[in-house]
């Protein structure tokens, strides 16, 4: 989710409700990205309104009072409440929007809010084999139900959804995930990469991707068998390289197992002889080696090593 920290208040519109004055203040973000989820806090001055059916909804600015937009259904959980704080998910195209407090059907209080293009970047390799597993980047999630599909070029979404081989749901994979291993399809020829948005299925950011005829080298299948998972403090590995990989950013990292995917305790580049080497630091623990490239920020593999 992107918004801004700077937050603005609105207080509008005092009336008159079975004879209790009811005062009604928004707070909103001053902006917000196309499809991302943003907080609203309200604090009415004012008896429970507990079976008056308030609600709480954005519409495009200068909407018609009887507008609908998109309702804030985490708000309905907690009607009654005098004061609180919900969720509202932001409209998919960018503009000026109201985020109102209705009533009775009667707009107690209306806030700007700026709804923006959100910018999402996808990183992956630019060719792969049939069949190959796909490592894919991406920053940042704009929403955890937002999807990665790869897709044939120029293919519409619905063409997308009828092969479930190529179209994995980023929400499967736990809030906040920024990468993802899918297979590339069983056919040579031209796909895209798409990051495509929940809130009217509509792709964000799409790059090219080339799936060509060929099999991985048996080793790159093998690849845990030719790697310890054990070694000792000080120590100097060698590891061997994936050879179905070619890219001048391929590099081997040594990382803790809580560290982020581009962060390590050590990285070794590829030597002449198409190995790598590290030297293992003297901490003892549990590690993780991972293939990584620094050009397209992917992770090919990885695998667990205890250093004692």
Known sequence: MIIKKFLITTLLLTISIYGLAAQV????????????YFNVSWDSISVS????????????????????????ESFLQQRGKKKGQAKLRAPANPGLYEVRYTLLGQILASTSII???????LYAPSTV?????????WSPTIDDQDYIAI?????????????????????????GIQHITL??????????????????????????????????????????????????????????SLNSIKSKGQRVSLAKLNQPDFNWVAISSISNNGHFTLILPKEVGRYELRYLDIQT??????TPITIN
């Open 151 to 175: 897709a044939p070029a120029g293919s519409d979404k619905e063409s997308i959804q009828e092969d479930k081989e190529v179209y994995s749901q980023l929400f499967r994979h736990g809030k």
């Open 183 to 240: 297979s590339a399809p069983m056919k040579a020829g031209q796909y895209e990469i798409r990051y495509i948005m929940h809130e009217r299925q509509h792709t964000l950011v799409q790059i090219p991707l080339e799936v060509v005829e060929g099999e991985n080298n048996p080793k790159d299948q093998d690849i845990n068998s030719k790697i310890p998972t054990q070694a000792k403090a000080g120590e100097t590995l060698t590891i061997p």
């Open 25 to 36: 203040t928004l707070t909103v973000p001053e902006q917000s990205a196309a499809g991302a």
């Open 297 to 302: 920020h992917s992770i090919y593999a990885r």
């Open 129 to 137: 084999t049939i069949g190959e597993k796909v490592p894919i980047n």
């Open 49 to 72: 309104q507990e079976g008056f059916g308030g609600y709480i909804t954005i519409v495009p600015a200068g909407a018609e009072a009887y507008a609908h937009g998109i309702l804030s």
């Open 115 to 121: 709804i923006t293009q959100p910018k999402v970047i």
